[in-house]
């Protein structure tokens, strides 16, 4: 059996099928980090990149 800790509140939690929200352990906890992903809390490191134009169906609608 396979335990590890909640990425949110780092509470034990069983690896199983049965754990519906593993790595976490609540749906709360998977929303919270949702949430810092979608607010750029957590982002993963490199290079910035310049914005591009739009390209595909909007850009040749709003040209």
């Given amino acids: ?3 590890v800790k909640c990425p ?3 509470a034990s939690v069983t ?3 049965k754990q519906r929200w593993r790595p ?3 749906e ?3 929303l919270i980090d949702l949430g810092q992903w979608a607010s750029e809390s957590h982002r993963i490191p ?3 990149t310049e914005a591009s134009e739009p390209q ?3 850009t ?3 040209s």
């Fill in 1 to 3: 059996m396979t335990i």
């Fill in 8 to 10: 949110t509140c780092g």
């Fill in 15 to 17: 690896w199983t099928e």
């Fill in 24 to 26: 976490f352990c609540s």
């Fill in 28 to 30: 709360r906890c998977r």
């Fill in 46 to 48: 490199g290079e910035p």
């Fill in 56 to 58: 595909g169906e909007y």
């Fill in 60 to 62: 040749k609608l709003h």
